[in-house]
């Protein structure tokens, strides 16, 4: 029988038991830091190895993320080389993340920054100009994994002008795609509304700052849902002060908690998630770690996979 050590608070809930019970009856699941008294498992499921966990065991077969990011798992020492990776495919994750997609695209296009500071200057200042239409604000997407692909769908369904944006070319029907450092900018260039989902890679830390920031439509709103090492702070603060940026929205931050000194708290054209824009859902969660083990047990290809099997990369 098949042993899951669960090492996620997500996990320790009866709505997931429920679920993980029906869809995978023959397991046997522990909680750390209760495991099986030999301490060897077959799958580890943790979005991230807590503190006192020790080294992963060598028994290990497949390794699940409690996240749709798996970057700082796979970072950890104590994670060993051999088994597969896949990450959280949860739909109920993934719809509130386009829900936080579609809020800051209508505040783009009903101009609220600027309602907002006039109505901090007690300022009655209609402005016709400014009113825009869904097809006429254009919406750039960085990442077309599952989610970031939920996202640029559904924001084009509902009529916004959408390009997206990958590492590597994927293709969106419907939807003006490009891939690569080349065609970063052909995405990004007079964007009204900026969505960042990446996975955070060297290549895509830092991303965005100036240069992206210069290519953007003047006022833009630019939205950080992926890690915080994606953001330039300090390019930021430039572009808020400016006016080339005109609001920025910031779910993932370099350091979590944010410092209570730290500027983006005050700042006036900024407003700030404690990293909830998209939370996993228990059922939904348990119903992924399920789909995985079925995966696994049949031989067949996991899904959400994040980092092959050792043989598998080395015959790659």
């Known amino acids: 029988m098949l042993r899951i050590l669960l090492a996620d608070p997500l996990a320790y ?24 008294a030999d301490g060897r498992y077959d799958v580890l499921a943790a979005w991230r190895l807590p503190d006192g966990f020790g080294v992963v065991s060598d028994s290990v077969k497949l390794v699940f993320c409690f996240g749709a990011g798996a970057d700082h798992l796979l970072a950890d020492p104590r994670l060993p080389a051999h088994p597969p990776v896949v990450r959280l495919l949860d739909a109920g994750q993934a719809a509130q993340l386009v829900d936080y997609a579609h809020h800051v695209a209508f505040a783009r296009l009903q101009n609220d920054q600027k309602y907002l500071d006039d109505q901090r200057r007690h300022l009655w200042d209609p402005a016709p100009s400014l009113k825009r239409t869904r097809a006429t604000t254009r919406v750039a997407v960085l990442g077309l994994g599952p989610i970031g692909t939920d996202v640029a769908t559904a924001l084009a369904a509902t009529g916004f002008a959408v390009r997206a944006w990958s590492r590597r070319p994927r293709r969106l029907e419907g939807i003006d795609t490009s891939a690569g450092a080349e065609g970063l900018p052909d995405c990004v260039r007079s964007a009204d509304v900026l969505v960042n989902l990446l996975p955070l890679h060297p290549q895509t830390a830092d991303l965005l700052g100036e240069p992206l920031f210069s290519l953007l439509a003047d006022g833009a709103y630019v939205a950080n849902l992926g890690r915080g090492g994606h953001l330039d702070e300090l390019a930021l ?10 609001c920025a929205w910031i779910d993932a931050f370099g350091e979590e908690p944010l410092p209570s000194s730290h500027w983006l708290w005050t700042h006036d054209r900024v407003r700030l998630t404690p990293h909830v824009g998209g939370l996993p859902t228990p059922a939904g969660s348990a119903r992924s770690l399920a789909a995985a083990i079925a995966a696994y047990r049949a031989g067949a290809p996991l899904p959400g996979l994040v980092r092959a099997a050792a043989a598998t990369r080395d015959t790659a």
Do not use: N
Request: no cysteine.
């Open 13 to 36: 809930d009866a709505a997931f038991d429920a679920v993980l019970a029906e869809l995978a009856p023959h397991v046997e699941t522990y909680r750390w830091p209760d495991g099986p």
């Open 237 to 246: 603060r430039g572009a808020l002060d400016s006016g080339r940026i005109g």
